[in-house]
């Protein structure tokens, strides 16, 4: 009897550490979950849905970068994504492979998490930021980073301007 307890004792103990390292990558609150460690703690609680074609294997891999940065975040994929980027006012120049919305603004495409950070930290009155195309080395994408991430913010009225450069 002795001997059995001691047994269930360690795969409890097991089971506990085993769940602490992976709930932070399903989007639960284990170790590492919204640390400072695991991105801006500003992201702990931060909702957002990311919008992906069935083709596409870049768009879960910028999930599960957005995922390991803190963010609660519900992918959704579908055949043809085009009204969803035209209902948040993406414009053509700037379109991605994928679209995702956080609160009333828009993020299109591969846009690394200091460049949310900004968007959600200064509140801007636009309707979203892009990054168009899929430049080698953002994050979900392979390859080394060939220069600077020019991210764009998008007016209300569709023009757009540079938001940063990272």
């Known amino acids: 009897m002795e001997i059995g307890l001691k047994h269930v004792g360690i795969a409890l103990i097991v089971a506990v550490l085993a769940l602490s390292l992976v709930l932070p990558f399903l989007g639960g609150s284990g170790a590492g979950g919204g640390s400072p460690a695991s991105g801006n703690s500003n992201s ?21 970068y957005l995922q390991g940065k803190g963010v609660n975040l519900q992918i ?4 043809d994504i085009s009204g969803i980027k035209r209902k948040a006012g993406v414009p053509s120049a700037l379109q991605s ?11 299109e495409g ?4 200091e460049a949310i ?6 509140k801007p009155d636009i309707a979203g ?21 020019v991210i764009y913010s998008v007016n209300n009225d569709g023009t757009y301007q540079e938001f940063m450069r990272i």
């Open 44 to 64: 702990a609680g931060l909702q957002a849905v990311l919008y992906k074609s069935s083709s596409c294997g870049c768009c879960g891999v910028f999930g599960s």
């Open 110 to 113: 591969h846009i690394p998490k």
């Open 97 to 107: 492979c994928h679209t995702t919305i956080i609160g009333d603004y828009f993020v």
């Open 117 to 122: 950070d900004k968007l959600l930290a200064e």
């Open 76 to 79: 959704v994929t579908q055949d």
């Open 129 to 149: 930021i892009a990054m168009p195309g899929m430049p080698s080395g953002s994050p979900g994408m392979p390859g080394a980073k060939q220069g600077p991430f």
